[in-house]
């Protein structure tokens, strides 16, 4: 192992060789309005009780209207959706764009905006929240989920993949 400490580039090239599932993270921004944030940090935090995590960029979009509204929305999505994922790695809304794309949100009866025809939709409300470098570790508490059919949506190396049974 280098001596070194590895640069930031040499991290993410590092941290992409670990296959994800892709997701979308959803607040609601104005009343029935949603933005959505393309992320692949969301991890399982606990069984008892059911926690998740989410990592949101300081510079996001998404960061003050969780904050704001003290929950969020977790989208997993199918592998036919990646024009979906990078629609929402950019940062701006466009109701053309996501006619085009068929977007469409369901809410739950807490007011939580999900991607409809995702491959799993997960409800949190924020439980915690964790400043930790240039992001924030949101802890959510599950308020419930859904499954669908599908396959999901894997990044790996830099790229969308799927995966072959």
Same mark, same amino acid.
């Given at each position: ?7 930031a ?8 060789? %670990?296959?994800?599932g892709?997701? #979308? /993270? ?8 949603? =933005?959505?944030?393309?992320?692949n940090? /969301?991890?399982? /935090?606990?069984l ?9 960029d =300081?510079? !996001?979009?998404?960061l003050?209207? #969780?904050? !704001?509204?003290? =929950?969020?929305? /977790? ?10 994922s990078?629609y %929402?790695?950019?940062?701006?809304e $466009? ?6 794309l068929?977007?469409?949100y369901?809410w ?9 025809? !995702?491959? #799993?939709?997960? !409800?949190c ?5 964790y400043?930790?470098?240039d =992001?924030?570790?949101f802890?959510?508490?599950v308020?419930?989920?859904e499954?669908? $059919?599908?396959?999901p949506?894997v ?7 799927k995966?072959?049974?």
């Amino acid at each position: 192992m280098a001596s070194k400490s590895p640069t930031a580039a040499e991290f993410r090239l590092a941290c992409g060789q %670990f296959a994800t599932g892709v997701s #979308v /993270v959803t607040a609601e921004r104005a009343p029935g309005k949603v =933005h959505g944030m393309t992320a692949n940090s /969301v991890t399982s /935090v606990s069984l008892n009780p059911l926690l998740l995590l989410v990592c949101v960029d =300081h510079r !996001a979009q998404l960061l003050p209207m #969780v904050r !704001a509204k003290g =929950h969020f929305g /977790v989208s997993v999505l199918k592998q036919e959706q990646q024009a979906i994922s990078r629609y %929402f790695a950019q940062t701006v809304e $466009d109701e053309a764009t996501e006619a085009r794309l068929g977007i469409r949100y369901r809410w739950t009866e807490s007011g939580i905006p999900l991607l409809d025809d !995702a491959l #799993v939709h997960i !409800a949190c409300r924020v439980r915690s929240a964790y400043e930790a470098g240039d =992001h924030t570790i949101f802890i959510g508490e599950v308020e419930g989920t859904e499954i669908f $059919d599908g396959e999901p949506l894997v990044y790996f190396r830099g790229a969308y993949r799927k995966i072959e049974l």
